[in-house]
């Protein structure tokens, strides 16, 4: 059935395919959808006399390269829904691979009360997937950034209200990566982390480069500076036989791999893909004696 709106959402398609969006006719389709309140199913059921002005407030920001979600005020992750604006990442459909091998190997072990640490939790997106999926972990979320934390903060807050018993499974910690949770060392069960990864100088698309933190962004010439902290940090937390799950960008497999050596006590690293194919994240297990 077409509709006024509908017409206007294929304009705005092609003024953002114009402007360079890589999913035009989607992301036109959603912006309409947070507008009205509707899903983006629903969109032909909106009465014309309902289109108002904010639409193409909306389409002319995402056009200027705004994320989306910056727009529309929200990200999906799995199951959740979390708050995002400026001053945090914004969670990625390639972490909610990783944070799903996670989830299944926490689902397979044995143990009561698994104690999870998510090392740059940004929007709190990794732990609070975790916490949903997991009932009976205990997540630490780890955040250096206190614009990104306070994002972490809300998301906590809100997941809480909306499932009481969770409360207290996911908290929040204010520090730096390379030397937070000392309490918790040789006791964790899964150490996950999507760093920032991304080599100094490279070149992103607008929507990264203006609007994702720096701090979510760049590691060192290399882009694996902050991956090799949390190998350090992973071999302090883990008990033996505790797990490692680090993101990394498509052409990193080999490199970050060889940060899991079986010298410094890991065993069984593995190269995982994500939904497109390409290599995503490196796993690990840590045997409890390493140089
Ligand atoms: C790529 S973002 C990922 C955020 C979130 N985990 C996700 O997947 O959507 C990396 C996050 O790590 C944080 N971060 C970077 N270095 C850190 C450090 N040394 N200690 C704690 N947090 C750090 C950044 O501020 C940012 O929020």
């Keep these: 059935m077409m509709s006024l709106l509908l017409d ?11 402007a360079g969006v890589e999913s035009p006719r989607t992301d036109a389709e959603l912006i309409a959808a947070s ?21 193409w407030a909306d389409v ?22 979390l708050e995002v604006g400026p001053g945090v990442f914004v969670p990625r459909p390639e972490t909610e691979v990783m ?17 999870v640490a998510d090392l740059g939790t940004g929007s709190g997106a990794i732990a609070l997937a975790i916490g949903q999926e997991v009932p009976r972990a205990r997540v630490h979320a ?21 499932a009481p018993y969770t409360a207290g499974r996911v908290m929040l910690h204010a520090g730096d990566f390379r030397d937070v949770l000392g309490e918790l060392d040789g006791t964790v069960d899964l ?3 999507n760093p920032p990864y991304i080599p ?23 882009g694996l500076d902050a991956i090799r902290v949390v190998e350090r940090t992973a071999r ?16 990193q497999g080999a490199a970050v791999y060889w940060v899991f050596p079986e010298e410094s006590g890991w065993r069984d690293t593995r190269n995982n893909k994500d939904l497109a194919g390409r290599d995503r994240f490196v796993t690990s297990t840590w045997s409890g004696e390493g140089a």
């Design 8 to 18: 206007e959402v294929a304009l705005a398609a092609a003024r953002l395919a114009e």
């Design 35 to 55: 507008v009205h309140r509707v899903k983006r199913s629903e969109l032909h059921t909106v009465p014309d006399s309902a289109f108002d002005a904010q639409f």
């Design 60 to 81: 002319a920001r995402r056009a200027a390269r705004e994320p989306l979600q910056h727009i529309t005020g929200h990200a999906h992750f799995r199951y959740l829904e």
């Design 99 to 115: 944070t799903g091998w996670a989830i299944a190997r926490l689902g397979e072990m044995d143990v009561a009360e698994p104690v």
């Design 142 to 162: 780890v955040e250096a950034d206190p614009l990104a934390a306070a994002w972490a903060e809300r998301n906590i807050t809100r997941y809480v209200e909306s």
């Design 191 to 193: 150490v996950i982390s």
């Design 200 to 222: 100094v100088g490279a070149s992103v698309p607008p929507e990264v480069g203006e609007y994702d933190p720096p701090a979510a962004l760049w590691s060192g010439a290399d």
């Design 236 to 251: 302090r937390l883990l008990r033996p036989g505790g797990l490692v799950a680090v993101e990394h960008g498509a052409t």
